[in-house]
Structure formats: C-alpha cells, structure tokens
C-alpha cells in the first residue's frame, strides 16, 4: 500500500518514459503538441487515485498504470480542447498549447489524444475489461455534455443551482468518480465496491469543484494563488452567484444584475459590491455547508468500502487533502 | 447475401433512427450538430463495405450494424474537424458545422462523435472484441496522423511521391481497410480472411484516392461533378502535381514552380498551362498506371479470399464501383 507521494511519484516517473517515447513519435506537430501538454504536470490526481482504488483490492499496481495514463491523458485532452474554446492563453503558467502552436494543431492534437487515450485503455489486463470500457466511454461523452451545458449558461439567462450542480457533476466529479471505479475494476474488484468508490468520487469531486467556487470569493489570496474575486470579475454563473440570486430580494437581485451588466469601471468596487451581497445573504456558509454535505456522503461510501480500515486510510487522506482538511 | 444498394438502404434505414435518437439528446447544441453532420449523408461506403465483409462469413447482418455506425460516425467526425481546419463553408452542399453553428460548436460536438463511435463499438459483440477495438483505435490515430502529414505538405517544400502515397494511406485507405477487417473481425472470420480484407481494402483506397486526383485534372466536367482543375488553383501537392516536380527538367520544374508561387491573373491560364506540362510529361497515364496497379494488388486479395465467387462476387462489384469500372 503505498501513500498518495508515492503513488504520484511511481506515476510521474512512468509517465515520463510515456512522454519521450510520444514525443519522439511522427508526425512531429501532433504528438510534440500532446507531449509539452503532458509534460506541464498537474497534481495528477486521478491517476493517482485510479492507482490507489487499484491499490486496495491488488498489489501489482503496475497492472494499472496504463488506465492511469489513460485517465491523465483524457483529462489533459479536455483542458486542451477547454483551451481553445475559452481562448485562454495560459495553463499552469505556460502558453497553451493554440497559442504556442497554432488552433488547427491544438484541434488535431486533442483529437489524437482521445484517441491515445482508448489506445492505453486497450492495453489494460482484466476481465472487466469492457465494463472498464463502457464507464470510460460513458463518462468521456457526460464530460462533453458538461463543457457544452457550461458553455450554454453563459447565454442563458437564467440558471438554477440545480442545473449548476448537475453540470459541475459531469464536468468535474464524474472523472474522479470514474477513475476510482476503473482503478477497482481492474484489480476485478466487486462490482459493488467499484460503485461505492464512484460514489465517494461524485461526491468528493462536487465538494472539490464547490470548494473552487467558494475559495474565488472567499479564499486567502497568499495560500489560494491566484486573486480573489476573479469569478465575480468575468460574471461566471457559480454556485455562490446562483444561490445569491436564488435568495435574493427584488432589490438586491437588481443590484447583482446590474453589477453583471453594467459593471462599475473599477473592478475592485464590483468585487467589493457583490461579495457585500453574499455577506447579507449568508452564502459563505450555504456554500460551506453544501461542500460539508458532499463531503460527508463522500466519507459514508468510504466507511462503507468492504476493505480494513488502515489499508483504505489513504484515501481518507487524499480526501482530505483535496479538502484541504487536516482532520 | 446483399447487394450494395440492399445494404446501403438496409444501413440508411437503421441510421436514420440512430440520427432522430441523437437529435433527442440533451445538451441540444452538443448533439443537434452530431445529427446535422450524420444526415447530410454522403455514399456510405465504408459502413457498407464493413456489412458486406460481415455477410461474407456471417448472415445475421444487424450483428454488424453497431460496428457500421462507429465507423460512419468516426469519419463523419474527421469531416468535422478537418472542415474547421480547412476553414471550409460547405460539405456535401450544406454550411459546414463550423459556419452554422460556431467553431466552439463544431470542435465540440466532434469530439462528442469521436467518443459515439466508441460507444457503438461497445455494444458489438463479438468473440473478437479486443481486436476490433484495436483496429479501430490504431485506424483513428492513423487518420490523425494522415491529416497532420497532408498540413505539414502545405509548408513543405519539397514532398516525394512516396511522401504523399504513405499520407493518403493514413487519411483514406486506411479506413476503408479497416471497415472490411471489423466486419470480417465481428463476424468472428479468420485472422487470415479478416487481413486479406485489410490489404484489399487497402489497395482499393489507394486506388480510389489517386482516381480522385485524376479526375480533378482529367475527369469530364459534367460527369465529374465539380470544376476541372480545383486542385491546380490551390496548389495542392497530388499525386499528378509531385509526380509531374519528380520528372520535369529543371526548366519545366522551375515553370511549375513559379506557376504555384506566382498564378497568372486569369485562373483558366494556370490550368491550362499546368495542363500541358502534364500532358509532356504523360502524367494522365502514370497516374492511370498506378492507379490500376493498386487496383489489381486489391484485386489479387479478393481472389484469395477464402469465399465461394458468387457470394463474394457483390464486393468486386462494389470496388468496381468505386473505380467507375464498368467490367
């Protein structure tokens, strides 16, 4: 049983050999391309957590590490694709990849990298193997849907926060949900311990995304990296915003709609404004206590795995690191 | 047994409600496009040659009909992408995705196609599944490869007629190729069978590839379909344009070249100037001859097949089809 360090690093190390071995394949600007956007990193946290569901029910995780690729591959496509759509030009402070190559090349290199990615799922020993197939493939397509559901709340006048939970679902948490399931599946885990490690990973992944929402307003500037109120800046429709005009009076609620539409020249003065708003509506806490309840349902399936209790402490671990939990 | 027209309207009709299916899907603008892009139609060759390898060995066509979708729907899916990439308004006479929708749309909902084709590769059953998902999957990076080599030949200066015969490989025949295998593969043929299929598929999209180029500058207008000569006025490497670079002396090379960096004024000049070095230095017939010598590699596969001559007999009509041959 290895920690969460060591998972990654054991998967960093194979996934440089995968990197210089892409890298020198032909033809050089499709999988250059693929390379330099594998290579920027990331926290790796599904493979890592693919590796450690694998972990729980077999030793040989080596038997794993081409669903981890292909995981990290998948994922690192749709950031890619992301990219072009949402014409950003940094990634983890690197000029992506549009912008360093070209749009036509970042298209045609994403395509080969979804495509890459069912080449490393094809590699993967087990006898789910097709059921192993099916999520993967299940959970690519609610991923599209999620980034074109996203894509569509920008024009949409009106949003619930139902219809944002159902979105940040298939955008964010249904991978971390998969990566978990796949990683039991291969090591021919039960079929009801794989659901309950997709559930944990759901439920983990909505309190992850909800945390993001909730650190843009909320966070420490020095520990969240980045500055504060950058989503009330390019009036993303968040889980603190929808739940703000859920709950807001007729006034108030002109008042976030005018911020949105007419913003006041300084840009300080609308964060200011709106996060003065959430302060007198209490959606601070609503959306803590919205993370708290993903979470905590995320902590029952864990208790429910059928695995002892100091082999599936890692998970807890990881849990809470994404968490940012010291409990 | 079938014919190609029984199979064709056997696959259209089925398509059709896969098409209304996905028109039903929600998010509309991820899917509505899938539909667009699927109606629009085309000749269903590859969907058709896969049926028709699958009836070679097996009756129960509708078996193969899952496997027939993926490949319709992946190529579709290349059309999409290379269309943006192409920057082109139209396909098949309707506005590209790109133009009626958005790029974002269009990049999109390709890649949705691209994950719909593995999710109908799913659902084939077949003894032989792993390796159909290997064709498939080694096919599809093939294509990506294929399209980036073709935008690589834009730049480059010099490109050899090998060059560009491997390239066409990758972006045409490939996929006709692995069509036959998958169905031979789904109705679980030999190993054998299934590759002589692969090299007769192979073959005869070579040969229609290089049918193609030859048309554009030899074919007759009106049976033709499209203006003579739009692959001179765009300065496209084909076959006929490298094969004319590769023979020419240095004064006709020079001619040639200055005809592509520096086109007359009157667009019917430059074709009928190119036209004429063709004609010096026999081009038509060079082509016709390497056309007709993958034509009859296709051919000897086809008499290797393992499969009395009259069922078998629908697939040389097919390919004569293709090749516009009337014996």
């Not at 990219?83 to 912008?99: C, E, G, K, S, Y």
């Not at 190559?101 to 298209?107: D, E, H, P, R």
């Not at 990296?225 to 889980?239: F, L």
Request: glycine letters at 4%; a negative charge; charged letters at 25%.
């Amino acid at each position: 049983m290895h920690n969460y360090k060591e998972l990654q690093s054991l998967f960093e190390t194979n996934l440089e050999k995968e990197i210089a071995a892409t890298n020198s394949r032909q033809p050089k600007y499709l999988y250059e391309p693929v390379a330099y956007t594998l290579q920027t990193g990331g926290k790796r946290i599904r493979p890592v957590l693919l590796l450690m569901a694998y972990e729980l029910y077999d030793s040989k995780f080596e038997k794993a590490m081409p669903a981890a690729f292909a995981i990290e591959m998948f994922h690192n496509f749709t950031l890619l694709h992301d990219d072009i759509m949402d014409d950003a030009n940094l990634r983890r402070n690197n000029p992506t990849v549009h912008v360093k190559y070209s749009n036509n090349t970042a298209i045609l290199s994403g395509d080969a990298m979804s495509i890459l990615s069912y080449e490393y799922l094809n590699s993967t020993e087990s006898k789910n193997y097709r059921e192993i197939f099916d999520i993967f493939t299940k959970t690519a397509l609610k991923i599209c849907e999620g980034q074109q559901f996203d894509m569509d709340f920008e024009n949409q006048k009106e949003v619930t926060v139902d219809e944002y939970l159902k979105m940040i679902g298939m955008k964010t948490a249904v991978l971390i949900a998969a990566s978990l399931k796949i990683g039991a599946l291969t090591a021919n885990a039960s079929r009801q311990e794989a659901d309950l490690l997709y559930d944990f990973g759901y439920n983990l992944g909505m309190a992850f995304q909800l945390r993001d929402d909730y650190l843009d307003s909320f966070g420490n500037t020095s520990s969240f990296g980045k500055k504060i109120g950058g989503d009330i800046i390019a009036n993303k429709k968040t889980y603190l915003m929808l739940k703000a005009l859920e709950l807001a009076n007729n006034n108030l609620k002109e008042q976030l709609n005018s911020f949105m539409e007419n913003p006041p020249a300084n840009r300080d003065e609308k964060i200011t404004k709106v996060l003065s708003i959430y302060e007198q509506l209490d959606v601070a806490r609503l959306t803590s206590d919205k993370m708290e309840e993903y979470y905590q349902k995320a902590l029952l399936c864990w208790e429910n795995l059928n695995v002892l209790n100091n082999q599936k402490q890692e998970l807890l671990l990881i849990a809470n690191k994404m968490m940012n939990r010291t409990n």
